[in-house]
């Protein structure tokens, strides 16, 4: 059993920021890699950010410059910070934990993220 919990949602006026977290638990091992994707009506899942195993990091070009995932004290912990929104980020959050051995995809409940004046 893997468990995925997010954490940090929330309404936020444009240009501000908010901290989104995420902690992966039960039998994940110890190679995997972590992300955070989001969802909007009508639209595909979109991967943001991934930090991998060997800590390479990805982002999308939309939120390149203005979002950072990292790791928080445990390697199972990992957060999103992020900054300048915009409306357009206006989403429900997910968190991913994809483990590499052996192969298994796991997802969280999902976080609404509200970017309005």
């Known amino acids: 059993q893997v468990q995925v919990v997010e954490s940090g949602g929330g309404m936020v006026e444009p240009g501000g920021s908010l901290t989104l977290s995420c902690a992966a638990s039960g039998s994940i091992g110890r190679l995997y890699h972590m992300a955070w994707y989001r969802e909007t009506p009508g639209k595909q899942r979109e991967l943001i950010a991934r930090?991998?195993?060997?800590?390479?990091?990805f982002y999308a070009d939309s939120v390149e410059g203005r979002f950072t995932i990292s790791r928080g004290d445990v390697k199972n912990i990992v957060r999103l910070q992020m900054d300048s929104l915009k409306p357009e980020d206006t989403a429900v959050y997910y968190c991913?934990?994809?483990?590499?051995?052996?192969?298994?995809?796991?997802w969280g409940q999902g976080t609404q993220v509200t970017v309005s004046s």
């Open positions: 991913n934990l994809y483990r590499i051995v052996p192969p298994g995809d796991f």
């Open positions: 930090i991998e195993n060997g800590d390479y990091i």
